[in-house]
């Protein structure tokens, strides 16, 4: 069974920075991308950033200049740097993962998709 664990959420000033951490564990042969995504109450979710196994990165115009997304591959582990953070950024932050359980899903181009149980951030002074 393939888990994301989250942390890293919390209570932030407006202006104030923050880390999130995604680490995925369980029977993974490859992942092929894994990405961070956010729902506010009463709104809609929506995609913050992703990234892909190559390394290449994508951004909601919203954060863009302000979050980052990198990942450690060793770890299986995705991170989300946080600045500049507004009170439009509170949400519930999820992490989502596409990967392969098998040599024969990876060479097919078959993923699964998993997703982690989400982290508050609060940005509010």
């Known amino acids: 069974q393939v888990q994301l664990v989250e942390s890293g959420g919390g209570l932030v000033q407006p202006g104030g920075s923050l880390t999130l951490s995604c680490a995925a564990s369980g029977s993974i042969f490859s992942i092929n991308a894994m990405g961070w995504y956010r729902q506010a109450p009463g709104k809609q979710r929506e995609s913050v950033a992703g990234?892909?196994?190559?390394?290449?990165?994508t951004y909601a115009d919203s954060v863009k200049g302000r979050f980052t997304i990198s990942r450690e591959t060793a770890k299986n582990t995705v991170y989300l740097q946080m600045n500049s953070l507004k009170p439009d950024d509170t949400a519930v932050y999820s992490c989502n993962m596409a990967y392969s359980g098998s040599w024969r899903e990876h060479y097919s181009y078959s993923y699964r998709e998993v997703w982690g149980q989400g982290t508050l951030v609060t940005v509010s002074s």
């Open positions: 990234i892909t196994s190559s390394g290449s990165a």
